[in-house]
């Protein structure tokens, strides 16, 4: 039986438990997930590099799962575009049974391994693209048949299982274990199962986004101000990364057209916003190397 199905020894009376220690034993039992995404730290670390040029030359995030797995990637893919500015069509997710299974689970639909080949399909993909596919079994014929349509397109397979020796690992380019062990209640992998699954997300993209230039020391300088609280957040960035006066920095926003990055630029560099955006331009987007430069 494969970990995430077998019933957990530590807590066999879990339905008797007074609220407080019942609390208290699914917060502790999130902590082997922590464990998992820690052992794969190296697995992580080789998707980062491997992705990276893809993504450089103009790739795509493509994430597929189902169910719980299905949705923490597309959580993953949509939070890039507003903290990151990653193009939104460059972040594409697919998920057993289609958009309607995001508030509702399509019985069957996971075990289509046609459709998933199918689905990725029509997302006609490239080589330069990087494809996740997400199963807390590991074994998901409809991840398993979108991963062999990414390879035959020439993509960069990533596979995140819970299970070691999952297919979705082994038939992956890269495959990523997150081996959290049994639920605390017997197969319920939105669990600790999908707290790893988004840990290892966070760290897989997020590493991407710091090495695809989009946060200068640790300032998220690519976000999109889109609300008050963005812009305000936007506002105290340029401060700290420029040194300069709230009235400077809230001018040169405004010149920018709200991009923190190059409103640092133009007040550290003493440059107009069309010279700061060549500059940027010139260095691929990374503001130390302007700066540097």
Not at 19 to 25: E, H, I
Not at 219 to 245: C, E, F, I, P, Y
Request: glycine share 10%; charged share 15%; net charge neutral.
């Amino acid at each position: 039986m494969l970990n995430t199905e077998t019933p957990s020894p530590r807590h066999p009376d879990l339905d008797s438990y007074p609220t407080g220690q019942l609390v208290q034993a699914l917060v502790d039992d999130q902590l082997d997930a922590v464990r998992a995404v820690q052992a794969a730290a190296p697995a992580l670390a080789r998707a980062v590099e491997t992705a990276l040029p893809r993504l450089q030359a103009g790739g795509r995030l493509i994430y597929v799962g189902a169910g719980t797995s299905g949705r923490l990637g597309l959580l993953d893919g949509v939070e890039l575009t507003p903290t990151f500015s990653w193009p939104p069509e460059r972040a594409c997710a697919l998920i057993a049974g289609g958009p309607g299974a995001l508030m509702k689970a399509v019985e069957g639909a996971e075990d289509n391994a046609s459709q998933g080949a199918a689905d990725l399909q029509q997302l006609q993909p490239r080589a330069q693209d990087v494809v996740i596919g997400l199963a807390a079994s590991g074994a998901t014929p409809y991840v398993l048949g979108a991963l062999q349509a990414a390879r035959a397109a020439g993509c960069l397979t990533i596979g995140m299982a819970n299970n070691p020796g999952a297919p979705v690992c082994v038939q992956a380019e890269i495959g990523v274990v997150l081996d959290s062990g049994p639920e605390i209640i017997s197969g319920s992998t939105r669990l600790k199962a999908g707290t790893a699954q988004k840990i290892a997300l966070n760290t897989l993209s997020s590493s991407l986004m710091v090495k695809l230039h989009k946060v200068h020391g640790n300032l998220m300088v690519d976000l999109q101000a889109t609300n008050a609280k963005l812009r305000r957040r936007a506002l105290a960035l340029t401060q700290r990364a420029s040194g300069a006066a709230p009235e400077a920095a809230e001018l040169a926003l405004a010149q920018a057209g709200g991009s923190v990055k190059l409103a640092v630029l133009m007040l550290r560099a003493g440059l107009t916003a069309p010279a700061a955006q060549a500059l940027l331009a010139q260095h691929g987007g990374h503001l130390r190397a302007a700066l540097e430069a």
